[in-house]
């Protein structure tokens, strides 16, 4: 019976909105810094690429050479992260946002009726995260935000991340289910570095904008189901 419950639930992740995807933001939200936004999500997801393993070393030489470590590393695929063994976390995250407010506040790009049309950023990102404890990972990213709206053409910005923190509340908990009820709730932080010139015409105005570069904060609040999903599927 329960698993028919687990599969139950893999396949309304697998078919209800974004939201509900297995690995899917909740809240997804990108500091306005000096330009347009705040912006806000309506799509958010993200999944695990690849993870690294560290294990100890169960059978060596007869006689170990000096220095021959105590533990080995290997790579692994983990959709499912409950396992305490791992020690790196390759991400890929995706996220759709926009902002209503207005583009720009000097007083040439106020006057233009555009300056109020929703501007929408597609963000990217490729993480590399350590895993510091059970309920935390931190490490850096590259990725791209593409920006896109009414009366200009799409752009694309370079995205450089020096720090992400992915923080899992729960993850103190034990046990079969326990551990993998603690990690379904994540909280994200990103503090983004955009290369490149950003200046108002690319957003279609004649106003005075021009950034040469600078960082942008973003949050997201994330449920993952896949070690359910996972679980369901092993105990078949």
Request: aromatic share 12%; proline share 6%; net charge neutral.
């Amino acid at each position: 019976m329960r698993t028919v419950r687990l599969l139950m639930l893999a396949i309304v992740c697998a078919v209800w909105p974004a939201t509900a995807h297995a690995q899917s933001d909740i809240f997804d939200w990108l500091q306005p810094g000096s330009g347009p936004g705040p912006y806000r999500s309506s799509v958010g997801l993200f999944t695990r690429l690849f993870c690294v393993k560290e294990e100890p070393v169960t059978q060596r030489a007869a006689t170990p050479a000096n220095g021959e470590p105590d533990v080995q590393h290997h790579v692994t695929s983990c959709l499912d992260d409950t396992d305490p063994k791992i020690k790196i976390v390759v991400d890929l995250h995706y996220g759709h946002v926009t902002s209503h407010n207005p583009r720009f506040n000097d007083p040439v790009a106020t006057l233009e009726p555009l300056n109020i049309a929703p501007i929408t950023v597609d963000h990217f990102d490729v993480s590399y995260s350590y895993r510091v404890s059970p309920l935390l990972d931190v490490g850096i990213a590259l990725g791209s935000y593409t920006y896109s709206g009414e009366g200009f053409s799409t752009t694309s910005r370079l995205t450089l991340t020096p720090l992400h923190v992915s923080f899992v509340p729960l993850g103190y908990l034990r046990g079969t289910m326990g551990r993998r009820w603690g990690r379904v709730l994540r909280l994200n932080y990103w503090n983004r570095r955009i290369v490149g010139d950003t200046v108002a015409s690319d957003f279609g105005s004649r106003g005075s904008y021009v950034v040469r570069g600078e960082f942008s904060q973003g949050i997201a609040v994330s449920a993952d189901f896949w070690s359910f999903i996972s679980y369901a599927f092993t105990k078949r």
